[in-house]
């Protein structure tokens, strides 16, 4: 069967959604679990973006593109000499590096955002896919907007792309507008138009304005494209692109219509989404193609009557087959260090040292409150545990009081980075906007709470409470923060401060007031009535 590469650009489209920013941290564990999932590409990021984005590529290029079977790793680039020198800055340590480029190619584009003429468009794409060739062997090029880009024109740009050394021509329907029948027929007439054509990849780039992305991306497979651009969840700019789990499922339950392999570990794919959901702050769905909490989930009577009879009437994959199923922690409370290191390893964290010891109290005193610890737990745990950058504040203690008889009411104690320690209390309509008023009134940060939301990790009343929240700043920025306890209220207030710890790290606010807080001398505190 014919190969189709799995380029994932999670970490670049994926990290355009809005509120989505993952710290280089978290990228690097993506880059390593898309690994581990064995996609062909990681498209790791946008080097000219910011010296962030490129630190972050050069580190995924360092660590998770270091030997002959690790994925190429990528960087894009507009179709500019001092873009293309940072894409090539940030990937040439790995050791399959690829440059992408692109530039529009649609009169809309071409008059309204480049103001070029399609002659100045020709001798750009010529000029620059031959500089990036002169830098690396290994060229993607995508003709932006080609979804609405006049095909002849289309044809012209890329039979110059390929003269100039692209190996993949990539080819984007970046505003989601086509459908599954103009777009397979789009990429057949590149196939059959363009000389050279056939001794290169076509590779499809679909977006889900009108929730035909991953329809559209296997119409061009079906019409020769073999390789897709895909992200984990599907998340991407506006709606997104077209999600990885559901291309390959596609690909893979329906073998017999495509033909086609990838070579995915699909029993990852579980995971992967649910990590890559924790880091960008982005829920998934719970009817979600393959990775929504209901993809396997059977309500009505007849289904459950099917399912029990025969797996097949209502199945067409078994929730395994995606990792779907929750593997149960052997370990109790009476475990020790040695055991729960070697799970995690397993579970790809190969923990050590301080990192080690935390994580594995926290998993004591959970374990200490609940039978069972799962590996969806212990993920959660590890992910809790990642050091943000620039930290401004750490909670240090809270109190809350709550009920149906009195006002709600918190105490929230931070800690700064610079030591000082400070505390308010505030009242409010519940126990959490209590503590977020509190959090308000000792951090700076202007943040607007847009979403807030809670979900068990696990089955049970003893769950991990995992909380996600969502917060814009005055420039309209979103920012994602995320916090797991058993305890919802200490997670809520974990998931708010990371929030606004991401706004204090790119906005420097830092609120000198109130004072820092001393705690009152012991004997004080007794004779306090
Ligand atoms: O959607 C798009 O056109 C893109 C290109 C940069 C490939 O993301
Ligand atoms: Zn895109």
Not at 23 to 33: N, Y
Not at 111 to 122: A, F, I, N, P, S
Not at 390 to 415: I, K, S, Y
Request: charged share 25%.
């Amino acid at each position: 069967m014919e190969h189709v590469r799995i380029f994932d650009t999670t970490l670049r489209d994926g990290e355009q959604s809005p509120g989505a920013t993952m710290t280089s941290t978290e990228k690097l564990e993506v880059a390593r679990a898309l690994a581990r999932l064995r996609v062909d590409v990681i498209e790791a990021g946008f080097p000219a973006a910011s010296p962030d984005d490129l630190a972050a590529v050069q580190a995924i290029a360092a660590q998770v593109g270091t030997d002959a079977g690790a994925p190429i790793i990528c960087g894009l680039a507009r179709a500019a000499k001092t873009d293309i020198e940072r894409a090539w800055e940030g990937v040439r340590a790995a050791h399959r590096p690829r440059i992408h480029t692109f530039l529009a190619t649609s009169d809309l584009h071409l008059q309204h955002k480049l103001r070029m003429t399609r002659d100045e468009v020709c001798a750009r794409v010529s000029e620059m896919v031959a500089y990036a060739k002169s830098l690396c062997d290994d060229i993607e090029f995508s003709p932006e907007d080609a979804g609405r880009s006049d095909p002849t024109f289309l044809y012209r740009v890329l039979e110059l792309a390929i003269r100039a050394g692209a190996t993949t021509l990539n080819i984007p329907d970046t505003v989601g507008y086509t459908t599954p029948d103009e777009f397979g027929a789009l990429i057949a007439g590149i196939r059959d138009n363009v000389p050279g054509a056939k001794d290169v990849v076509l590779s499809v780039h679909c977006h889900d304005d009108l929730g035909l992305a991953t329809a559209n991306a296997l119409a061009g497979i079906l019409a020769g494209a073999r390789q897709a651009e895909v992200t984990i969840n599907g998340i991407g700019e506006r709606a997104g692109n077209s999600s990885l789990e559901e291309v390959v499922m596609a690909i893979h339950t329906r073998a017999a219509k495509f033909a086609l392999s990838t070579q995915i570990d699909t029993t990852q794919l579980t995971r992967v989404s649910r990590l890559v959901s924790s880091c960008t702050g982005m829920a998934v769905q719970a009817n979600k193609a393959i990775v929504g909490a209901n993809a396997f989930a059977h309500e009505s009577g007849i289904h459950q009557d099917g399912m029990l009879k025969h797996e097949a009437t209502y199945e067409i994959m078994r929730p395994e087959t995606v990792g779907a199923t929750q593997t149960q922690l052997v370990l109790g409370k009476h475990s020790g260090r040695a055991a729960l290191a070697a799970r995690l390893a397993e579970l790809g964290y190969p923990l050590q040292g301080d990192v080690l010891d935390r994580v594995f109290k926290r998993f004591k005193e959970i374990a200490d409150r609940r039978k069972q610890v799962t590996d969806a737990d212990l993920e959660v745990l590890v992910r809790d545990d990642l050091p943000e950058l620039d930290e401004a504040f750490q909670l240090d203690g809270l109190h809350v009081g709550c009920g149906a008889l009195g006002m709600p009411t918190a105490t929230v104690r931070l800690r700064g980075s610079d030591g000082a320690v400070r505390a308010h209390a505030s009242i409010g309509t519940g126990p959490v906007d209590a503590a977020y008023k509190a959090i308000d009134a000792l951090v700076a940060a202007p943040a607007d709470l847009l979403e807030y939301t809670v979900h068990s990790v696990t089955e049970g009343i003893d769950a991990l409470g995992h909380v996600t929240v969502r917060v814009r700043d005055d420039r309209g920025r979103v920012f994602h923060g995320a916090g797991a306890d058993t305890d919802i209220i200490v997670a809520s207030v974990h998931a708010y401060l990371r929030a606004l710890n991401r706004i204090v790290a790119t906005q420097g606010v830092v609120k000198p007031s109130p004072p820092a807080w001393t705690p009152p001398p012991a004997d004080e505190l007794r004779s306090t009535p």
